[in-house]
């Protein structure tokens, strides 16, 4: 036990060490197993999208509100979304009220990039679309990134946008409330995220206390063409060449199933319609 490290901190290793000699874990997963997901569309009646993600206990809700803007002089034929994510307190007792913590504005920055680099964008004529991507955290229990592209990704799928038309003689843009098109996703990213026990064990999908004892968080997303997007991976132990590329398999193995997932909500909701 070193010097100052918590008993509990140390009981808790031990335990999760002796699930891991045998290859699998204290809620009964193996190591490469994903906990159940499960997937509501058009959660929030006041929202153009939304969606409700639970991957195990971890709750993530995604609303989007769009607006109408001028295009940004560096991207004068693009809209941007704009991601926030929140983890209030009422999720977990390890956050606490006030401005958004460490975690919660790494979250949204990883979003943004994910963004970025999938270049999702919306247009209309002259102007643009604005999507402020509202992501909260209900119940927090590891494990949030997976749940955030997951519910961003769907609440995109179901945005309906107004249609938009400029009149010729004012030059101003008319929205039209009872006309809207579904928007149109190019891009489908999902993400897997890992974590490191002993510099050696790698585990997917892990629990809030899997994350609080490993010594090193992996990220990776790739879209529906197998191509990589992102890997995100905030310091911690190293890991092998093989090790990576495993990590990459699992997760454009994972990005099938959670795209097969949301058509399918999609495709129950417009039957139920």
């Known amino acids: 036990l070193a010097a100052g490290a918590p008993v509990s901190t140390y009981l808790h290793e031990n335990y999760h060490r002796s699930f891991l000699k045998e290859n699998c874990r204290p809620d009964g997963r193996e190591l490469s197993e994903f906990r159940t997901t499960t997937l509501n569309i058009g959660s929030i009646s006041t929202a153009d999208g939304s969606a409700l993600v639970k991957i195990g206990n971890t709750t993530i809700i995604c609303g989007i509100k769009a607006e109408l803007a001028n295009p940004t002089a560096d991207a004068p034929g693009k809209g941007y979304i704009v991601p926030n994510v929140?983890?209030?307190?009422?999720?977990?007792?390890?956050?606490?009220?006030?401005?958004?913590?460490?975690?919660?504005?790494?979250?949204?920055?990883?979003?943004?990039?994910?963004?970025?680099?999938?270049?999702?964008?919306?247009?209309?004529?002259?102007?643009?679309?604005?999507?402020?991507?509202?992501?909260?955290?209900?119940?927090?229990?590891?494990?949030?990134?997976?749940?955030?592209?997951?519910?961003?990704?769907?609440?995109?799928?179901?945005?309906?946008?107004?249609?938009?038309?400029?009149?010729?003689?004012?030059?101003?843009?008319?929205?039209?409330?009872?006309?809207?098109?579904?928007?149109?996703?190019?891009?489908?990213p999902a993400s897997a995220s890992f974590c490191v026990f002993d510099d050696s064990i790698l585990i997917v999908d892990p629990t809030a206390e899997e994350e609080s004892l490993s010594t090193a968080h992996l990220t990776v997303v790739t879209d529906e063409e197998g191509r990589l997007c992102s890997v995100h991976k905030p310091g911690g132990s190293s890991l092998s060449r093989e090790k990576l590329q495993d990590c990459i398999t699992r997760a454009t193995a994972r990005q099938r199933e959670i795209h097969k997932l949301i058509d399918k909500v999609l495709d129950s909701v417009k039957t139920a319609k």
């Open 86 to 188: 929140d983890l209030p307190p009422l999720c977990s007792s390890r956050f606490r009220p006030g401005p958004p913590g460490e975690q919660a504005q790494a979250a949204s920055q990883f979003i943004a990039d994910v963004i970025e680099r999938c270049d999702q964008h919306v247009t209309t004529v002259c102007l643009c679309w604005v999507l402020y991507c509202d992501i909260m955290c209900l119940d927090y229990d590891g494990n949030i990134l997976d749940a955030c592209i997951i519910a961003l990704l769907a609440a995109l799928k179901n945005t309906q946008l107004p249609e938009v038309t400029v009149n010729k003689e004012t030059c101003s843009p008319e929205v039209n409330l009872e006309k809207r098109q579904r928007l149109r996703i190019h891009k489908h």
